[in-house]
C-alpha cells in the first residue's frame, strides 16, 4: 500500500498557522516516510514484525510543529486564569478503534478487533491470519501490515505558545496507559528540578505499571520534558535557590566534576531532559537527589501531585530500570512467525499473507 495516497491530518486550531507551518509539515511528512523506507531496506534491522511510534517535535519561536505516528503522546502543561496547572493533549492517539483508522485497514482488507480477556485494546490483525495484533494503526516498520492498512504518514500539528505555557512532555503509551494526562504534568511539576523530571515520570509509570498490571512486565516507558523559557528567566530575576535546580541558559547543564567532585556547569545543546526506562544513568545529565525512605514509594507517585518527587525517584540499580525486563501486554506480538533470512524470507513473507 502506497502511503502516499493518505493525506496528513491538521489538527483544528482557531488561528491561522503561520507561514513556516506548510514547508515544516511537508518535510516532516517527507523525513517520516524517509524514515519507514531506509528502516525497510536496512540489512540488519528485522522489523517484518516490529516497529514503533515517533513523536517529533518542531519549535521556532512560540510556534510548535508536532509530528504523530501511533499512541506516543504530546502533552502541554499550562496555567489558566486562575494559576491552576493544567494539562493540554496536543496529539490524538492513532489506535485502531478510531472511525477514519479502522476504515482505512478494513478498506485495505486488514481487520480490527479485540481479544476476550482485553477488550479495551483493539488490535490490527492480517486478514486471514490472527496475528500479529499490533495495538496502534501507524507505525514505523511492521511490514507485514503495511499492505494492510498500517501506514507511517504523521498527522500533523500546530500550535502558538503563549506566557501561560510551561512545559511539553514528550512520552510512550507505556506511560500513558497508567497515568493520566494531569498526573503526568504533575509529576514533572513536583519534580525537585529539569534534570531530574523525566527520571521522575518514569520512574512513578514503572511502579504504577507493578500496581496496575502486577502480572505483566513494563511497558517501554520513555520520556522527553521540553521546559519553556518565562520571562522572569530570561530577565534574570531567577531566585539565587533556584539556580540548583535549573539550567543558566539553554545551552547549559549540570554536571559533577570527577575530579573535584563539584557541582558545575557545563556548555551543552541539550535543552530537553529525557529519561528512558531502557536507558543507563547517566552522572552528567541528572542531578543528584537525596534518597528518601518511604514505606510505598509506588502509592506516593500515583496518590501526590503537589509534593516532593524525591521519594518516587528510585536510587537503587536493580530496581531503576526493571523496564528492562521485557516489554509484553499492549504492545506486543501474540504469535511470532519464524522469521528467515536472506532469500527465504521472501517464500516466508508470501506464506504469511
Not at 491561522?16 to 514547508?23: A, C, Y
Not at 517484518?48 to 504523530?68: E, M, R, Y
Request: net charge negative; charged share 30%; with cysteine.
Amino acid at each position: 500500500m502506497d502511503d502516499e495516497s493518505f493525506d496528513s491530518l491538521d489538527v483544528e486550531e482557531t488561528e491561522t498557522p503561520p507561514d513556516m507551518f506548510l514547508p515544516l509539515k511537508k518535510s516532516i511528512l517527507k523525513a517520516f516516510k524517509l524514515m519507514d523506507k531506509e528502516l525497510k531496506l536496512h540489512p540488519t534491522i528485522d522489523c517484518f514484525c516490529s516497529g514503533t511510534t515517533a513523536v517529533t517535535l518542531i519549535k521556532q519561536g512560540q510556534d510548535l510543529v508536532i509530528g504523530n505516528v501511533g499512541d506516543s503522546r504530546a502533552v502541554l502543561a499550562t496555567r489558566d486564569k486562575d494559576d491552576s496547572l493544567l494539562a493540554v493533549q496536543l496529539t490524538v492517539d492513532l489506535k485502531p478503534d478510531l472511525p477514519r483508522e479502522a476504515a482505512r485497514i478494513q478498506q485495505c482488507k486488514g481487520r480490527v478487533f479485540a481479544l476476550q480477556d482485553e477488550p479495551e485494546v483493539p488490535r490490527v490483525w492480517l486478514p486471514n491470519n490472527n496475528s500479529p495484533g499490533l495495538a496502534m494503526a501507524r507505525a514505523f516498520g511492521d511490514f507485514c501490515l503495511k499492505d494492510f492498512g498500517l501506514i507511517s504518514v504523521p498527522d500533523v500539528y500546530y500550535r502558538c505558545l503563549n506566557d501561560r505555557d510551561e512545559f511539553i512532555i514528550l512520552a510512550t503509551d507505556g506511560v500513558w496507559d497508567v497515568l493520566s494526562n494531569k498526573e503526568a504534568v504533575d509529576i514533572v511539576a513536583s519534580a525537585p528540578g529539569r534534570a531530574t523530571a523525566a527520571r521522575a515520570l518514569v520512574d512513578c509509570a514503572v511502579r504504577a505499571w507493578r500496581l496496575k498490571y502486577p502480572t505483566s512486565k513494563t511497558d517501554d516507558c520513555a520520556v522527553v520534558c521540553l521546559f519553556l523559557e518565562h520571562p522572569c528567566a530570561v530577565n534574570g530575576e531567577v531566585e539565587e535557590q533556584d539556580l540548583r535546580k535549573i539550567p543558566m541558559e539553554p545551552g547549559e547543564h549540570f554536571a559533577t566534576d570527577e575530579n573535584t567532585g563539584q557541582l558545575e556547569t557545563k556548555e551543552d545543546s541539550r535543552d530537553p531532559i529525557f529519561m528512558h526506562s531502557g536507558t543507563t544513568r547517566n552522572s552528567d545529565e541528572i542531578v543528584p537527589v537525596p534518597e528518601l525512605t518511604v514505606e510505598n514509594p509506588s502509592v506516593m507517585c500515583q496518590g501526590q501531585s503537589k509534593r516532593s518527587l524525591a521519594e518516587c525517584i528510585s536510587t537503587s540499580e536493580d530496581e531503576e530500570w526493571s523496564a528492562l525486563e521485557g516489554i509484553t501486554r499492549v504492545n506486543s506480538l501474540l504469535s511470532l512467525p519464524r522469521l528467515l533470512s536472506g532469500d527465504k524470507r521472501a517464500a516466508s513473507w508470501r506464506k504469511w499473507v
